[in-house]
């Protein structure tokens, strides 16, 4: 059904302020160490032309690869990373929780006994130097595998001290610390055998004390779950791992906490990838659907149930969302193209109405997700979203007093460049229909569209395509001025600034 909207531009609820970090990113421990990670699509995939084989998360590591260390150096990332302004830096990841810290290089390029991993001073240093240059925060999470304690052991903080001080000597400190990523896959994320839910608050309960007395200018976040939410949204009666998820959802990992936390943390994904939809696929979703109501809604409730969590043992907390993307598993075979700009910009436009925080991408250049490319580091469709969501949307937050259906995800902020005025941004999520907008004045308008289909590799802004220039220019963001009455077409984003 075809929408009219008619924007206001008086008397508009405030809602609140969002901090200026929202957008920002994962830089996955595995690419700074290098390691596995997923493996890249083939264009016939990402097309939607190739038949995934669909296999169990139990094989996935047949579609992982070795990967060598993020050259952080890079001009061209340094370049576009810096584009997107101040953010906050995650190094985190499953491969975090089994790293050892060889910072004075005795280990002899060999990861210990208990550990899987190694991280050289080199490549923190080369971490740093980035953080430092993009005006960046820095978010970690620590070591907290065999080779620092057994289940039955309390966690001890020999290795994260390294981490801490050389940080901090270095003159990048830490800025804000979770104790262990995604800890409700407990021994699957890297913890030592037998750990079991009591283990895990007895130690973040330790680090967190630990953070609090040596580091105190540095944040405790937590609890760095994932799962259960979209699961309720789904309502998989039958899922197999429903009970288990019930008892070790994010509240089981916050209820018991002794020491404070400053910042209540978890981890969205809309579902799950092709790559490991076999025997979960019902929190895998059909590619038919991935502009409907109910996939956009997932972040939404997600973070309305996260909220919910957060307001009965961390009032007045800020949320973070410390891992974000379409699908967990690297990404679905449509994440690198056009169409994931609608569930990227609606997250951030939902997100906004529900509480002040940060949105932590997964990730900045690895996999399919990644707002660049892997590798050769060219920017995907999404880039150049958060690039306008950026430079568009101010910090202030209204109510845009349209209520959110297909066709019609209406958002509004003050301007970000601090003039009288609102920057809109209305998400046509139908693929029939178009919305017919009612401008109250002139304004200036941006609409993101497929290049010829939603699956494209490229977007286009007002018709023309965005790629790169000589030298890596960027391609001009400039809007076109507009009046009176404007169609939307299916399948667009728009932002109108009046």
């Not at 531009?9 to 421990?29: C, F, H, Q, T």
């Not at 978890?266 to 019902?282: M, T």
């Not at 017919?436 to 569209?449: F, G, N």
């Not at 023309?464 to 000589?470: C, H, I, Q, R, T």
């Amino acid at each position: 059904m075809a929408q009219n909207i008619k924007l206001k531009v008086d008397n508009l609820k405030e809602i609140r302020k969002m901090d200026p970090r929202l957008v920002s990113y994962n830089v996955e421990m595995t690419e700074v160490t290098g390691g596995t990670f997923w493996k890249e699509y083939t264009p016939e995939e990402i097309a939607g032309n190739g038949k995934f084989p669909m296999i169990g998360i139990s094989s996935s590591d047949s579609l992982m690869q070795v990967y060598p260390p993020i050259d952080l150096y890079n001009p061209r990332l340094r370049k576009f990373a810096k584009e997107i302004g101040p953010t906050w830096v995650r190094v985190s990841g499953t491969w975090a929780t089994k790293t050892y810290y060889d910072l004075d290089g005795k280990a002899g390029g060999v990861a210990p006994e208990g550990f899987q991993n190694l991280l050289t001073k080199e490549q923190w240093i080369g971490v740093l130097d980035f953080v430092k240059e993009m005006g960046a925060k820095l978010l970690v999470s620590v070591s907290n595998c065999a080779g620092i304690h057994s289940a039955e052991e309390p966690w001890n903080p020999s290795q994260a001290k390294l981490l801490f001080d050389f940080s901090r000597d270095y003159g990048v400190p830490i800025d804000a610390a979770e104790f262990m990523n995604e800890p409700n896959l407990l021994s699957g994320s890297g913890a030592p055998e037998g750990y079991t839910v009591e283990h895990y608050l007895r130690d973040q309960d330790i680090f967190n004390k630990w953070l609090h007395d040596n580091y105190p200018e540095c944040m405790a976040v937590g609890p760095c779950s994932v799962g259960g939410g979209i699961m309720g949204k789904l309502n998989v009666e039958k899922f197999p791992l429903k009970q288990l998820m019930k008892k070790m959802g994010t509240e089981a990992f916050i209820k018991g906490a002794k020491e404070p936390m400053e910042v209540f943390s978890y981890h969205y994904y809309n579902g799950v990838s092709e790559r490991i939809a076999a025997g979960i696929s019902l929190v895998h979703w059909k590619k038919h659907l991935i502009t409907s109501e109910k996939y956009l809604d997932a972040a939404p409730y997600c973070a309305k149930a996260a909220a919910k969590v957060r307001d009965k043992y961390m009032p007045g907390a800020q949320m973070w969302v410390t891992e974000s993307g379409d699908a967990g598993g690297g990404g679905n075979t449509w994440a690198s193209t056009y169409v994931d700009v609608l569930r990227t910009l609606n997250e951030l436009g939902t997100f906004s109405t529900i509480t002040d925080g940060i949105v932590f991408h997964n990730t900045l250049a690895s996999s399919d997700y990644g707002w660049l490319r892997h590798g050769t580091f060219d920017p995907r469709p999404d880039y150049f979203a958060i690039l306008l969501w950026n430079r568009l949307m101010g910090q202030t937050v209204y109510d845009s007093t349209e209520p959110i259906r297909e066709g019609a995800h209406v958002f509004c902020h003050s301007r970000k460049d601090g003039k009288d005025g609102y920057a809109y941004l209305i998400i046509n999520n139908s693929t029939t229909e178009s919305t017919t907008v009612e401008l109250p004045r002139e304004a200036v308008c941006y609409t993101l569209s497929g290049n010829g289909n939603l699956r494209s590799t490229t977007a286009l802004l007002n018709g023309k395509e965005l790629v790169m220039g000589e030298n890596d220019e960027l391609p001009s963001l400039e809007g076109v001025t507009v009046s009176g009455k404007i169609e939307l077409a299916p399948g667009t984003c728009t932002f109108l600034v009046v």
